[in-house]
């Protein structure tokens, strides 16, 4: 009569093998959380992207098609010299209300508080902006041309991103895989693959241009570059500014320190 042998568990082998599968699992679930974290988080980019151009778009319908950095400040009488001056006029024509709009995730970001009306001295100041935008143009400009984008590292044309900062809160940083949000003038707003290392640029398009060239028809535009810090404007050729004070000349009124910003808080619409 035979005698039914049991085993009395796994070999080694046999545990270095499923050690192993839950290994590659393990990573790959890692993998995967990331890439939709980070899908989660450029959607939100492109979502604030797309309202700073919508209220780009009204200030216009107010102001003969014209954007705010072509039109002097009623407080100060001095036009914007940079992004967050010019998107600070959007919150004193109250086109703007939520401030949070012009930051960004892995990014620059704002606190929410504005200041009170009629200058607004807390919206938008240093250090409060993620966003570059493309001077001198219209509401009537050709709509494939770049208006807001994540800022560049250089303030050049086309301008350029630093792709060794992959996630990075710094000048110039891109999202994993060397992208960046770009939104039109025309309202649409995407996540464009850059091309190259080091200092990136986006792709060339057909007729060897990429979409800042061929929509300027080879035309160097200004870029109004955010202000990352006070005392610091990066490379957009402005003054240093004092601390606690956006640099001049400008479009901003100076910011009141006996302000509490948490009274002026507006909730997201």
Excluded at 43 to 48: M, Y
Excluded at 96 to 116: K, L, M, Q, S, V
Excluded at 119 to 131: F, M
Excluded at 193 to 220: C, I, R
Aim: hydrophobic residues 40%; proline residues 10%.
């Amino acid at each position: 009569m035979k005698t039914q042998r049991t085993r009395a568990g796994f070999t080694l082998i046999e545990l270095l093998v499923v050690i192993t599968i839950i290994a590659i699992l393990a990573g790959l679930s890692g993998a995967a959380v990331q890439q939709v974290l980070k899908i989660g988080n450029q959607t939100k980019a492109v979502n604030n992207c797309r309202q700073v151009i919508m209220a780009l778009k009204l200030f216009a319908g107010r102001n003969d098609t014209r954007f705010p950095d072509s039109v002097p400040n009623p407080l100060t009488g001095g036009v914007p010299q940079n992004a967050n001056e010019t998107f600070h006029m959007l919150f004193q024509q109250g086109v703007a209300r939520d401030e949070r709009i012009f930051g960004a995730p892995a990014g620059y970001n704002p606190d929410g508080a504005i200041g009170t009306q009629p200058a607004y001295d807390r919206a938008v100041t240093p250090g409060e902006n993620h966003w570059a935008m493309t001077a001198g143009l219209t509401d009537t400009s050709p709509g494939n041309m770049p208006l807001v984008y994540e800022n560049p590292a250089q303030p050049s044309w086309p301008p350029k991103w630093d792709a060794s900062s992959p996630g990075q809160v710094k000048a110039g940083r891109v999202w994993s895989g060397n992208q960046i949000v770009i939104g039109r003038l025309d309202g649409g707003v995407e996540v464009v693959n850059l091309e190259g290392s080091g200092l990136s640029s986006p792709p060339k398009m057909v007729g060897g241009m990429d979409m800042f060239t061929q929509a300027s028809e080879g035309q160097a535009m200004g870029i109004l570059m955010p202000v990352l810090s006070a005392g610091n404007t990066r490379t957009d050729g402005m003054a240093p500014s004092t601390p606690g004070r956006l640099p001049v000349p400008g479009g901003l009124p100076p910011i009141q320190s006996n302000l509490n910003p948490l009274q002026n808080e507006l909730p997201v619409q």
